[in-house]
């Protein structure tokens, strides 16, 4: 395990750059002229045009499958960060219902650990649950990048199926202020805050934003997985009911100051990132069980630093280090020992010729509870990287991760003071070398990494012999070592047509809660995993925009081919119960280790604008991802051989389409009409396939509308979303909301000071 002494020579010494090239020049006639986003920029310097690639083309042409997802145009609207991600290609967001609820990422099969979910390049679980897309606002955020295979350098982590980074907003060129709020159904209130100052004499900045989100999610279910249990144990299927213990609340901030732009550093900041939330669990991990009384509290405290350099030390080379240091705070009660019905009554059975309340177990998922779960958690990533020569570049990455968690159960003083500790520690050492080549048409990486991993538990349990009772201590380790390669490719064919390729062979470590368990989103442990191995495949193209007068097109489509072994996923009802023709007792999940998988998939997207008054996109991603391990442990066929993994949505599609109309009601005012429709097609939530897993094609649109007034400073937008009132579902046939309606203003204050 490195020591906090070895960690802080390694800053220095064994790190990766987040490549970065900028030019400088003093030259006062140096001049750019900005088109549209998607244009090219063009660069006058005296009689010398230099022509470049807009941020967004250059990181979809680098040779890695990513997807950019601007987030300008949201920011406007009642959409949540969540929601735009889940209208991209190839993705999919699993939410266990509402606004708060459960959330996981499915990116072309891939899930869970396989996929790194970060902020800033710092992973999101470092913030805490309530820091997180689900209440972070789009107005916090810079852009999305959307990767599906293998990794850059500069994210480094274990993980292989892609990544998510969030890019928070950074400019401090203006001293600005922003500001919105909106309200909409099941009493959904939002808002959030921004302000951005900088001195530019001293180059001292300062940047901070915050959000508040309410929700009591009282929407109405009416599917097939809403019952209703009378006295005489009679079930109705389905029942109609509204959720009416379903209360989401989050508060956060994030607060950075520091210098840009000087001699010692292009950025140093050091902040404080603080967040808090209460969420009520309204069902186990299907809706067949009404709960009501479980709830969950969550704090997070980090502090940040984030420090760049050009030309560190010497020319050519660069630096770049961030860190967090968190504390998160997880408390759980669930004290109620009645079972409800969906209309919010208590259940009744018939004991000795009369009705009388249903009681639980004590708590209503099992015995009562009352926790709490401490975890500090560091985690800094290091780049070091040196530009060769020109097209040539060169970078070490350090990654350091360690989370220290510890269990409390508050019910049973006897073992308050004997709380179960655990311990994660990671390193992982990754170098990267870039080239350009063939008058820049080629553009190659090689990745390297070499993970260690180790994890530690101590328990106390009291076993009871001959009427006396023993307090137990158990230990329980593991330690881990891999590599892992990759290499990308991305190749200009011709002007805007780009063929870009990946393959990686890498492996992916159990994480502290697929591990360890975690109580709060029904997740039980397993000491028992072991690393999942991953060897994929990606092929695909870009091309656009094509250019023909006022229209536009572009064209994206990829190819993929992965393998996994011993796949790491979510598994909620063993083989045994397949049968049993219900899903009433599955209430709680753990994650184990699959076997072989093999998916093989093709995502494609299209993009039409028009005048640059009409955008058009359909996009759409479609995968068999089957089990592929033939003989049990007897030796004997598998049952499940060239089976559909389950609870694994394997055809998406989405359409958008935006329509801008200029001066409408006012002089210099704007209007924006929006229409998205998505797909999901049918899928079966566990193994065997019967029938009442089967969850059903489902078909959703929204439409919205915005208004900017001539100021520039005020838009107003009103969102109506699943207009048709669908029945629609996610993980384990969970109903999610019905049509709703919310309004939503957004204020930019003049630039001042």
């Not at 001049?31 to 250059?58: F, H, R």
Request: charged residues 20%.
């Amino acid at each position: 395990m490195f020591s906090k002494y070895t960690y802080l020579l390694l800053f220095l010494f064994t790190l990766l750059p987040a490549l970065s090239q900028t030019s400088n020049t003093n030259n006062k006639n140096f001049k750019i002229d900005k088109t549209n986003a998607n244009d090219t920029i063009t660069e006058n310097l005296k009689s010398v045009i230099v022509k470049g690639k807009p941020k967004k083309q250059k990181l979809e042409t680098s040779g890695f499958a990513v997807a950019i997802i601007e987030t300008k145009e949201a920011s406007l609207r009642n959409l949540t960060t969540n929601e735009l991600l889940d209208r991209s290609v190839g993705v999919r967001v699993r939410q266990n219902g509402g606004i708060g609820s459960n959330v996981e990422y499915n990116l072309n099969g891939m899930s869970g650990s396989a996929i790194g979910m970060f902020i800033d390049g710092i992973e999101i679980s470092t913030f805490g649950s309530s820091f997180n897309l689900n209440n972070i606002p789009p107005a916090m955020i810079e852009r999305i990048e959307v990767y599906k295979g293998i990794l850059p350098s500069h994210l480094t982590g274990d993980y292989v199926g892609g990544a998510i980074n969030v890019v928070l907003k950074k400019d401090v060129s203006k001293n600005t202020a922003t500001a919105a709020v909106s309200y909409g159904s099941f009493q959904t209130l939002q808002s959030d805050l921004g302000v951005t100052l900088r001195d530019k004499k001293s180059g001292l900045s300062f940047r901070g934003s915050a959000f508040y989100t309410y929700t009591d999610n009282s929407f109405e279910t009416w599917g097939r997985s809403t019952t209703f249990v009378n006295h005489l144990q009679q079930i109705t299927r389905p029942y109609r009911a509204k959720r009416f213990n379903n209360t989401y609340k989050a508060v956060g901030g994030r607060f950075e100051a520091g210098f840009t732009d000087t001699k010692c550093a292009d950025q140093f900041f050091i902040g404080y990132n603080g967040s808090s939330n209460y969420t009520e669990i309204p069902h186990g991990i299907t809706m067949a069980v009404p709960y009501v009384g479980r709830f969950n509290e969550t704090k997070s405290h980090a502090l940040l630093l984030n420090y760049t350099k050009k030309n560190f030390l010497v020319q050519n080379l660069a630096l770049n280090i961030n860190a967090v240091r968190s504390e998160r705070s997880t408390y759980l009660q669930d004290t109620i020992s009645y079972a409800y019905n969906w209309d919010g009554t208590i259940r009744e059975v018939i004991e000795f010729g009369e009705r009388v309340p249903l009681r639980t177990n004590g708590g209503q998922q099992g015995p009562k509870t009352i926790t709490n779960t401490d975890r500090k958690i560091t985690n800094a990533r290091s780049n070091l990287g040196y530009l060769i020569t020109s097209g040539h570049r060169i970078s070490l990455n350090h990654k350091f991760e360690a989370t220290n968690r510890k269990d409390e159960d508050l019910l049973n003083p006897s073992l308050r003071e004997l709380a179960t500790k655990s311990l994660v520690t990671k390193n992982i050492v990754s170098l990267n070398y870039e080239a350009e080549s063939f008058n820049k048409k080629l553009i190659t990486n090689l990745l390297g990494k070499y993970t260690t991993n180790k994890t530690n538990q101590t328990k106390y349990e009291i076993v009871t012999t001959d009427g006396v009772n023993t307090i137990v201590q158990r230990e329980s380790s593991t330690s881990d070592y891999n590599f892992g390669y990759g290499a990308t490719a991305s190749y200009q064919m011709i002007e805007k047509l780009f063929v870009i390729g990946s393959t990686e062979n890498s492996y992916i470590m159990p994480t502290e809660n697929q591990l360890f368990g975690a109580p709060e989103i029904n997740i039980l442990s397993n000491l028992t995993l072991e690393p999942e191995k991953n060897i994929n495949y990606n092929l695909g193209f870009r091309w656009g925009p094509i250019d023909f007068k006022k229209h536009k097109i572009s064209f994206y489509a990829n190819a993929f081919w992965r393998n996994g072994f011993n796949k790491i996923t979510q598994q909620a009802v063993d083989v045994s119960e397949i049968e049993e023709e219900s899903d009433a007792d599955i209430q709680t999940t753990r994650y184990v280790n699959l076997g072989k998988t093999q998916a093989r998939g093709f995502e494609a997207e299209i993009i039409y604008v028009y005048n640059n008054k009409l955008n058009a996109s359909v996009n759409f991603s479609k995968f068999n991802n089957v089990f592929k391990l033939e003989r049990d442990n007897n030796g004997l066929p598998h049952t499940f051989f060239g089976q559909q993994v389950p609870n694994e949505p394997f055809l998406t599609a989405n359409a958008n389409i935006q329509y801008r109309l200029n001066n409408v009601l006012q002089k210099n005012s704007v209007l924006n009409l929006y229409y998205n429709t998505g797909f999901v097609g049918e899928y079966y939530v566990v193994w065997g396939q019967p029938d009442w897993s089967l969850t059903p094609s489902q078909f959703t649109h929204d439409i919205s509308i915005s208004y900017g007034f001539p100021s520039k400073k005020l838009i107003a937008s009103v969102d109506v979303k699943n207009i048709m009132n669908a029945e629609i579902y996610d993980n384990f046939s969970i109903q999610k909301p019905g049509r709703g309606i919310y309004f939503k203003l957004n204020y930019t204050f003049s630039t001042f000071l």
